[in-house]
Nanobody
């Protein structure tokens, strides 16, 4: 079945960097655009970034443009989110998903930006 396993989160100081990974399975990964989402405390889940099946950028939220980069490895069925210049407001649980699915959510990975 469809499954997403996120990893790479942690505690980082403002201005720091983290790279998140998400291993996907249960569908033909290389043929689908993929997305990263996040859910900040007391907020609804929001779309952060989307890339197409070849890795070309389709969307970045204004709040992360120029700081976050999403990319993928279609051999490893994995997407990544490189996050630089992190801010306290980036604190959230981060999830990946197929761009059109909206279900089969993984457990997410917690990112905490704090001094």
């Amino acid at each position: 079945q469809v499954q997403f396993v996120e990893s790479g989160g942690g505690l980082v100081q403002p201005g720091g960097s983290l790279r998140l990974s998400c291993a996907a399975s249960g569908f033909t990964f290389s043929t689908y655009p993929m997305s990263w989402y996040r859910q900040r405390p007391a907020k609804e889940r929001e779309l952060v970034a989307t890339i197409n099946s070849a890795g070309g950028s389709l969307y970045y939220a204004d709040s992360v443009k120029g700081r976050f980069t999403m990319y993928r490895n279609n051999v490893l069925n994995t997407v990544y989110l490189q996050m630089n210049s992190l801010k306290p407001e980036d604190t959230a649980v981060y999830y990946c998903n197929r761009y059109d699915l909206g279900r089969f959510w993984g457990q997410g990975t917690q990112v905490t930006v704090s001094s």
